[in-house]
C-alpha cells in the first residue's frame, strides 16, 4: 500500500514538475513577483504539516507535490483560475454592453439564450422552486466553460486539466447540494433520504448511498480532469508534428477541443442539478390539502373557485 501510494505522488509530482515547466509568462512573472514570501510560508507553516500527514503512508509533501522553491511557490493553475474567475466577469459585462428591451445587441442576445437554457434546464430538473439555485448554477457553469477554453488561447492554460481544479469544484458542488439539503429537510432528515423508503431494507440501502455521495465529488473532478486534459496533450503532440502539420493539424482539431469544452461544462452542470433535485422539494400546500384533492372544483358561497393545478 504504502508503495503504491509512494509511485502515484511520484507520479503527481512529474506531473507538476512538466507543468511548470512549460508554464506560461503571466505564471513566471506572479511567482517573481510574490513567490518569495508565499515560499516562506510555505516551508514554515504548509511543508511541516504535509510532512506529517503524508509520512503516515510513506513518502513526503516533497515527493507528492514536488521540490518547493520561490519558482513555482504559487501553481500555475492557481494563477489560470484567477484570471478565468476575472475573465468570467469581463467576457459577461462586454456581452451585457447596453441593456435594451427594443434593441438588444449580439452580446445581450447571446447571454439571454444562455441564460434561459440554463434556466429551462433548472425548471425540467429541479422544478419552478429551483430558479432560487440559477445564480450559483450559472456561475459554475460560466466559469467552467471560461476555463476550459482558455487552453486554446496563447499565453494561456486550462485550470480544469489540473485535478486540484477539477477536485475543489466538485467538492464546491457537492457541499453546496448537502447544505441545501441540511437546510430544508435538517440533518436528520437529509440522511434519512439517504436510507430509502423502505425500511426493513435501510440498513443496506444506507451505507451503499453514503458512499455513492461521497465518490460523488471526485468522480465530477476526475471526469471534467480526463477530458481537458487528454485533449490539451492531444493539442501539445499535433503541435509537435513536423512541418507543414506543425500549424494546420491543431487549428483543424480546435472546433473538436471547443465542443469538448461545451460538453463538459454541460455535463458538470446537469449532474449538479440532479444532486441537487434530490435534495430539494417543491414546498406543500398545507391549506390546499384541508379544503379538497388536487385540481378539484370548490366553491366557498356562491363564489367558483377555480382548480389550482401544480
Given at each position: 500500500?504504502?508503495?503504491?501510494?509512494?509511485?502515484?505522488?511520484?507520479?503527481?509530482?512529474?506531473?507538476?514538475?512538466?507543468?511548470?515547466?512549460?508554464?506560461?509568462?503571466?505564471?513566471q512573472?506572479?511567482?517573481?513577483w510574490?513567490?518569495?514570501?508565499?515560499?516562506?510560508?510555505?516551508?514554515?507553516?504548509?511543508?511541516?504539516?504535509?510532512?506529517y500527514?503524508?509520512?503516515?503512508?510513506?513518502?513526503?509533501?516533497?515527493?507528492?507535490?514536488?521540490?518547493?522553491?520561490?519558482?513555482?511557490?504559487?501553481?500555475?493553475?492557481?494563477?489560470?483560475?484567477?484570471?478565468?474567475?476575472?475573465?468570467?466577469?469581463i467576457i459577461?459585462?462586454?456581452?451585457?454592453?447596453?441593456?435594451?428591451?427594443?434593441?438588444?445587441?449580439?452580446?445581450?442576445?447571446?447571454?439571454?439564450?444562455?441564460?434561459?437554457?440554463?434556466?429551462?434546464?433548472?425548471e425540467?430538473?429541479?422544478?419552478?422552486?429551483?430558479?432560487?439555485?440559477?445564480?450559483?448554477?450559472?456561475?459554475?457553469?460560466?466559469?467552467?466553460?471560461?476555463?476550459?477554453?482558455?487552453?486554446l488561447?496563447?499565453?494561456?492554460?486550462?485550470?480544469?486539466?489540473?485535478?486540484?481544479?477539477?477536485?475543489?469544484?466538485?467538492?464546491?458542488?457537492?457541499?453546496?447540494?448537502?447544505?441545501?439539503?441540511?437546510?430544508?429537510?435538517?440533518l436528520?432528515?437529509?440522511?434519512?433520504?439517504?436510507?430509502?423508503?423502505?425500511?426493513?431494507?435501510?440498513?443496506?440501502?444506507?451505507?451503499i448511498?453514503?458512499?455513492?455521495?461521497?465518490?460523488?465529488?471526485?468522480?465530477?473532478?476526475?471526469?471534467?480532469?480526463?477530458?481537458?486534459?487528454?485533449?490539451?496533450?492531444?493539442?501539445?503532440?499535433?503541435?509537435?508534428?513536423?512541418?507543414?502539420?506543425?500549424?494546420?493539424?491543431?487549428?483543424?482539431?480546435?472546433?473538436?477541443?471547443v465542443?469538448?469544452?461545451?460538453?463538459?461544462?454541460?455535463?458538470?452542470?446537469?449532474?449538479?442539478?440532479?444532486?441537487?433535485?434530490?435534495?430539494?422539494?417543491?414546498p406543500?400546500?398545507?391549506?390546499?390539502?384541508?379544503?379538497?384533492?388536487?385540481?378539484?372544483?370548490?366553491?366557498?358561497?356562491?363564489e367558483?373557485?377555480?382548480?389550482?393545478?401544480?
Amino acid at each position: 500500500m504504502f508503495w503504491f501510494a509512494e509511485e502515484a505522488a511520484h507520479g503527481a509530482a512529474e506531473h507538476a514538475e512538466e507543468a511548470e515547466h512549460h508554464a506560461p509568462i503571466v505564471v513566471q512573472l506572479v511567482n517573481s513577483w510574490f513567490g518569495e514570501p508565499v515560499y516562506r510560508f510555505q516551508m514554515n507553516y504548509t511543508k511541516p504539516k504535509w510532512d506529517y500527514l503524508l509520512g503516515k503512508f510513506g513518502t513526503n509533501a516533497e515527493t507528492a507535490f514536488g521540490p518547493y522553491s520561490p519558482d513555482n511557490a504559487i501553481p500555475w493553475y492557481t494563477v489560470m483560475f484567477f484570471i478565468a474567475c476575472i475573465l468570467s466577469v469581463i467576457i459577461i459585462w462586454i456581452l451585457k454592453g447596453k441593456l435594451s428591451e427594443s434593441k438588444p445587441g449580439h452580446g445581450q442576445q447571446t447571454l439571454e439564450v444562455s441564460v434561459l437554457a440554463v434556466r429551462n434546464m433548472i425548471e425540467d430538473i429541479i422544478g419552478p422552486h429551483g430558479l432560487k439555485y440559477f445564480p450559483v448554477v450559472m456561475t459554475f457553469a460560466v466559469l467552467i466553460l471560461v476555463s476550459n477554453l482558455m487552453g486554446l488561447f496563447p499565453l494561456f492554460m486550462s485550470p480544469t486539466s489540473a485535478t486540484s481544479v477539477t477536485f475543489a469544484l466538485g467538492l464546491g458542488s457537492f457541499l453546496y447540494y448537502n447544505a441545501i439539503g441540511i437546510g430544508e429537510n435538517g440533518l436528520i432528515g437529509h440522511l434519512k433520504h439517504l436510507a430509502g423508503p423502505i425500511w426493513w431494507i435501510a440498513w443496506l440501502i444506507f451505507p451503499i448511498e453514503l458512499i455513492s455521495n461521497l465518490i460523488r465529488p471526485f468522480s465530477l473532478g476526475i471526469r471534467l480532469f480526463g477530458n481537458l486534459f487528454a485533449d490539451e496533450k492531444v493539442l501539445e503532440t499535433l503541435s509537435g508534428l513536423a512541418p507543414p502539420w506543425t500549424w494546420p493539424a491543431p487549428i483543424l482539431l480546435m472546433p473538436l477541443s471547443v465542443f469538448v469544452a461545451l460538453i463538459q461544462t454541460f455535463v458538470f452542470i446537469l449532474l449538479s442539478q440532479l444532486y441537487i433535485s434530490e435534495v430539494s422539494h417543491a414546498p406543500h400546500d398545507h391549506a390546499h390539502d384541508e379544503h379538497g384533492a388536487h385540481g378539484e372544483e370548490e366553491f366557498e358561497g356562491d363564489e367558483y373557485i377555480a382548480p389550482v393545478l401544480t
